[in-house]
Every structure is written in C-alpha cells, then in structure tokens.
C-alpha cells in the first residue's frame, strides 16, 4: 500500500523575464479530490512545492537568489490525466533576500500566482510538459511592490 505522503511527481522549470532567468525544481502530491466531473474532464490539482534560483545580469554584474514556494494547482484535465491541460495556481514564496542586481523587493515574502497549459503523455501518462506564465509579488503587503515576471516551460515527470 503507497502512502499518502509518497510524493507524485518530480517538475523542473525554466524561465525568463525581464533582464532575469528562473530555474525551479519541485516536487507534487496529486489530489485525490475531482470537482466538475463531466463525462470527458474534470477539475483536479496537485501540491507543488519548489526549490528555485533567480539570476540577474546586467552591465556585467551577476546576482542570484533563492527561493522555495509552496502552491496549490488547479488543473482542467480529461479524466484518464492524459492530453491537453489549463492550470493555474496561487501560492507563498519565500526569497532569500530582497535585491537582485539593482531591482529592489520591499519584503522576502511573496505570493506567486500563474496560469498555463500542457499536455501530458507517454505511458502510464507519465510525461507533461506545460507553459507557464507567472507574477510573483507582494500582493501590496509594503511598497514598493515591484514584483517579477516569467514565461516558463515545464518538464514533469509523474510516478506510476
């Protein structure tokens, strides 16, 4: 019998935005729960708990940081998780600072919420790869609330 701990699936990311790069790796549990279930889809979602590196370069200098976030996904998706997908999610990020090269972020703490698409394949429908589009702010909790932007693609692989 697996455990209800066992962890689902394993997720690296890779993303660009404004003069910076992202790298995240994660790890997901898959709910058991299924809302909307029609006769071809439903909609489930998954735990995904991430370790990243930001990195910044500019005039010659580079500057890194490191964050770790937990997120609720909600994921549109057929019913055998095989196909085409619609995703989005909001969660809390962590930084370990509050600079990267010259951008300035007023708290360590930050919400990152995105929306994407994928599709997931192979046996078993182990495989996924997605889009992500994804702001990470503060929400307005201290100004200024410059927060980041990145468009991600996402490699997935799901346990049997």
């Given at each position: 019998?697996?455990?209800?701990?066992?962890?689902?699936?394993f997720?690296?990311?890779?993303?660009?935005?404004?003069?910076?790069?992202?790298?995240?790796?994660?790890?997901?549990?898959?709910?058991?729960?299924?809302?909307?279930?029609?006769?071809r889809a439903?909609?489930?979602?998954?735990?995904?708990?991430g370790?990243?590196?930001?990195?910044?370069?500019?005039?010659?200098?580079?500057?890194?940081?490191?964050?770790?976030?937990?997120?609720?996904?909600?994921?549109?998706?057929?019913?055998?998780?095989?196909?085409?997908?619609?995703?989005?999610?909001?969660?809390?990020?962590?930084?370990?600072?509050?600079?990267?090269?010259?951008?300035?972020?007023?708290?360590?703490?930050?919400?990152?919420?995105?929306?994407?698409?994928?599709?997931r394949?192979?046996?078993?429908?182990?495989?996924?790869?997605?889009?992500?589009?994804?702001?990470?702010?503060?929400?307005?909790?201290?100004?200024?609330?410059?927060?980041?932007?990145?468009?991600?693609?996402r490699?997935?692989?799901w346990?049997?």
């Amino acid at each position: 019998m697996q455990s209800s701990h066992a962890v689902d699936g394993f997720a690296v990311v890779a993303g660009e935005g404004r003069n910076s790069e992202i790298l995240r790796v994660g790890a997901q549990w898959q709910w058991s729960k299924r809302w909307l279930q029609g006769e071809r889809a439903h909609l489930g979602g998954f735990w995904d708990f991430g370790v990243a590196q930001w990195r910044r370069d500019e005039a010659g200098q580079h500057d890194s940081l490191a964050e770790i976030s937990l997120t609720p996904v909600f994921r549109l998706q057929a019913n055998e998780l095989r196909g085409l997908y619609l995703e989005g999610g909001i969660g809390a990020h962590l930084l370990s600072k509050t600079s990267l090269g010259a951008k300035r972020y007023s708290t360590m703490f930050q919400f990152g919420e995105h929306l994407g698409f994928g599709y997931r394949f192979g046996r078993r429908s182990a495989a996924d790869i997605g889009y992500r589009y994804q702001h990470i702010s503060n929400a307005d909790i201290k100004t200024p609330n410059s927060g980041a932007d990145y468009h991600q693609i996402r490699l997935q692989y799901w346990f049997p």
